[in-house]
């Protein structure tokens, strides 16, 4: 009976193990360099709306269903949509972690006038700001 016991435990801490794996590896510190180069397509949600080149925005995932929103602060003024969507989907499963559903990312094309512009992904910053304080 006790080696009975004792082979039901260690196959219930196996299972315990396997089933916790996912969750207990670590978070990736950054991205990669495929991550940081991709350029994901954006369209204003109003032709009065504009951004410009290196302006610094995040993208908000609403529900696993719903569309992507890019945000300026707290203000929706874009939407991703398409194929970007699904590659997307698959970097805030990677990342998170660190902050779920919510991903920085920086305007790398814009042309003045058009609704459609780019993004990509900023690399995340590791620790605490080195700025002294005065």
Known sequence: MGEDWERKT???????LEDSRGRLEPAPLFLGPEEQITLYPCQL???????????????LRHSKLARIAVL???R??????????????KLFET????????IAVEVASATPGSVHFEVRALAR???KSRTPRK
């Open 72 to 74: 300026d602060g707290n």
């Open 125 to 127: 910053r590791s620790g």
């Open 10 to 16: 260690q196959k219930a801490y196996k299972r315990l």
């Open 45 to 59: 949600v109003a032709e009065d709306l504009s951004v410009s080149a290196g302006r610094r925005l995040t993208l």
């Open 76 to 89: 929706v003024i874009g939407s991703v949509s398409g194929d970007a969507v699904r590659d997307l989907r």
């Open 95 to 102: 990342h998170a972690r660190r902050a779920p559903g919510v």
